[in-house]
């Protein structure tokens, strides 16, 4: 069996790489940066993207599966090659915004690629994440200048989920039947604020972290000039509000799927203690 993973070198798609390749799967990357890749010498490398038919078409070549990370102005391109190569299976790495009822542009996005996946005609799996615990990194630089983290809602609770735990629900629905048609709900085993999060990842580095609460106008501001979209911020916002006003329950599906528990924050943060110092 041959899987194509796009997104091969993202947080996610390198986690998929390195758990197909341990299963003894071939494995096939697409990277608009194939020299800096930096991918084991197991895997066929593509250059290209998912917006460009003739990359598309020679990755596409004789695969069985495919992990699919979300570019919603390729995915005509991609169900289109996809269609003509044959490929029988994909796996989405889609979003939790999808199943919100307003309009948001995260969701709004996310969603255009699985009506497509499904019109098209593919044993299809959505793998519907909320928030990632990769998304501490930005707070990164300023601990590791041993300066002070700060963030808007402060006592939101929210699920945030190991990118390994995402990672091992997609290679378990590459590999095995019994997913197709399925729409996962993926989050991490507790709700936690961002205070906490900082906590954890204080305690894995042996140091403790400052704390301020942001207002959500001096938050948005500093997003905006690192360069996230208005609109994406707008939304980020929301759903931090959101878990103010009501924490998010955690769902169970990782261990449903993979029959093991997913990690707590304070795990991740020990996997990515390095990260911080």
Known sequence: MTVLVSGATGNVGRRVVDRLLAAGVSVRALTRRPETAGLPGDVEVVGGGLTEREALVTALAGVDRVFLFPVPEGVGTFVEQAQAAGVPRVVLLSAKAVEFAESNPIGDGHRVIEQALEAGGFEWTHLRP????????????SIRAGGVVREPYADARQTPIHEDDIAAVAVTALQEDGHAG????????????????????????????????????QARARWLDSGIPAAVADTLLSYRARA?????????????????????FAEWAIDHADDFR
């Open 244 to 264: 103010a006003r009501a924490p998010e329950a955690p769902v169970q599906t990782v261990e449903q799927v993979t029959g093991r528990p997913a990690r707590t």
């Open 182 to 217: 399925m729409a996962y709900p993926l989050s991490g085993p507790e709700a936690i604020t961002p205070r906490e999060q900082v906590q954890a990842i204080g305690a894995a580095i042996g140091r403790e972290i400052e704390f301020e609460e942001d207002a959500p106008e």
């Open 130 to 141: 909320g928030s990632f615990a990769t998304n501490s990194f930005a707070w990164a630089p």
